[in-house]
Nanobody, 124 residues
Framework: QVQLVESGGGLVQAGGSLRLSCTASRLTFTDYVMAWFRQAPGKEREAVLCTYMSGSVNARYLDTVKGRFTISRDNAKNTVYLQMASLNPEDTATYYC????????????????WGQGTQVTVSS
């Protein structure tokens, strides 16, 4: 079956950077938009960024990541990335990648496939 596998999470100090990766298998990668969501303890899962099939068009759903987080994809590697900079403790969450056909959406319920999540913890 389809698998999305995230990696790259960890513990980082405030102001630091991390790059998350999500590699997909058993799907035609270029048929899907790819998104990153995050979920902090006790909070709802929220959309962060989404990238369309070509990677040239992206959607940002959180104003708080503007200028700090960047999404990109490498279709040759079936991989989507989330580059995070200037991290702060409010970015602490489990980060998930997700895939759906057609168009980007901020609604987690509209995504067909999910990774298992990778934990990002930012210390102050």
């Amino acid at each position: 079956q389809v698998q999305l596998v995230e990696s790259g999470g960890g513990l980082v100090q405030a102001g630091g950077s991390l790059r998350l990766s999500c590699t997909a298998s058993r799907l035609t990668f270029t048929d899907y938009v790819m998104a990153w969501f995050r979920q902090a303890p006790g909070k709802e899962r929220e959309a962060v960024l989404c990238t369309y099939m070509s990677g040239s068009v992206n959607a940002r759903y959180l104003d708080t990541v503007k200028g700090r987080f960047t999404i990109s994809r490498d279709n040759a590697k079936n991989t989507v990335y989330l580059q995070m900079a200037s991290l702060n403790p409010e970015d602490t969450a489990t980060y998930y990648c997700a895939a759906r056909p057609d168009s980007c959406s901020a609604s987690w319920a509209e995504y067909m496939y999910w990774g298992q999540g990778t934990q990002v913890t930012v210390s102050s």
